[in-house]
């Protein structure tokens, strides 16, 4: 049960914003905005849900995980249906950008912390088969947002959007609270002695205070931010690498749709490119685990040449003027999206090692956030000078290309890598527990798919 609510949220979550390009021409014919402006609404919502992750994981991680998912559900829900009632395009940046991106950072995070806490020698099946409803929903999600749309108009569809996130309330509830399951029932899990704390089970104690719950609170959220990590030259190169992939990762799915439509290409075929992308995304997951890791062909490479191959693909999107051609491109970019997404956390680990993973999952999120905010309004806004889509595609590609690039970068410097790091290591102010580090390692080392 806790692996169906964890394939819920993610299916919920990240399902969704992926396949929001099926409404962005009509939030634009509905608030009379342009490209730019629309595009500030799924620019938010992913800048809010990546920045609040390390709040959201500290906070759950201090007052339950449970009630956390829940009250995630809730306000995910609640952004949709309160757009629906908005009059101006800002309405959408406070309802969907702030409040839903809120939903979604407490629910994510939580979730596949708490997935990976209730296994141990099947956590990487669970893991996997959580995180495979962001890609099953977003094969389905664009057709049936076209089909809202069609039948309900934009209103309808953003109040049933919102009945739909409200599952995510159901996926909460399904998270038993560990400590009485493990009271309740043989289940034959193992805990450490470290796991056993009240931070690892997401609970409070009846004696403990509220400034106790608070200093916890802070306290986990600093050690969950490592500053120092940019210091190493190889992490500073992989970071900016991460900066550019960010800045464009949405633009395709979020345009593609409004360039099919400019194309004259009728509105259920448009949708379904999303869904040819998803489809191929998942099978480009499954292929590059079966890629073995080699001194002569690493993860690092694997992540430089998916990203290469990425930049390549939308560079020669503008090529693309037919059904055919648009189906052709959604199918490759969907298998070299998901060929670099697995290999992006495992590279991270390698870099810094495990004692430094949990400090640098945190400047993670904080790149993703601030690229992810700038990086749709920028492409909305050369569309709105040169009035074509292309441009947007071509600026996806360039920002792919170099971002697969520098990885190739760092293979010139992994001897100064390995010795940064190990000098950093020395520094006790900087070394996270073993215990923190489990917690992230659930995330990023075990989720293939």
Known sequence: MVVVGGFIVNGCAAGTFRSLGVLFLAFRQQFDAS????????????????????????????????PVIMLGGVLSATGYVISAFGTRVYHL??????????????????????????FSTRRAVANSLAVLGASIMSMTLPLLFQYLLD???LKGALLILGGVMLQEVVAGALVRPLKRHRNESDSGL?????????????????????????????????????????????????????????FSLIVPPMYIVPRARDLQIEDYRAASLLTASSIADVVGRLSVGAIPDTPHFTRLDQFGLSLCLLGLTNLLCPLAITYPGLIVYAIAHGLFYGAFVPTSFTCLA???????????????????????????????????RTG??????????????????????????????????DELEDDVDSVKSDRETATFLLITHETSL
Do not use: H
Not at 363 to 383: I, K
């Open 190 to 246: 193992e805990m450490s002695p470290n796991d056993t704390s009240d931070n690892l089970l997401g609970s409070n104690t009846a004696t403990e205070t509220k400034s106790a719950a608070v200093v916890r609170f802070f306290k986990k959220l600093w050690t969950d931010m490592d500053f120092k990590l940019v210091k190493i030259r190889s992490v500073a190169f992989y970071l900016t690498s991460l900066f550019l992939l960010a």
């Open 93 to 118: 940046y406070l309802a969907i950008g702030c409040l839903t991106g809120l939903g979604c950072a407490l629910t994510v995070s939580p979730m596949m912390v708490t997935v990976g806490q209730y």
């Open 350 to 384: 390698e870099l810094v090692g495990p004692k430094r993973l949990p400090g640098a999952l945190g400047l993670y999120m904080l790149v993703q956030g601030f690229a992810s905010l700038t990086g749709p309004p920028f492409a909305g806004w050369l569309y709105d």
């Open 388 to 421: 074509s889509y292309e441009v947007a595609f071509l600026q996806a590609g360039v920002c792919f290309l170099l971002a697969g690039l520098l990885p190739f970068i760092l293979r010139f410097t992994k001897r100064k890598t390995e010795e940064g790091a």
């Open 151 to 153: 039948e309900y108009g």
């Open 35 to 66: 490209s730019a402006e629309t595009a500030w609404v799924t620019s938010i919502m992913m800048c809010v849900m990546y920045l609040l992750a390390p709040f959201a994981t500290a906070l759950a991680s201090t007052t339950g995980f449970r």
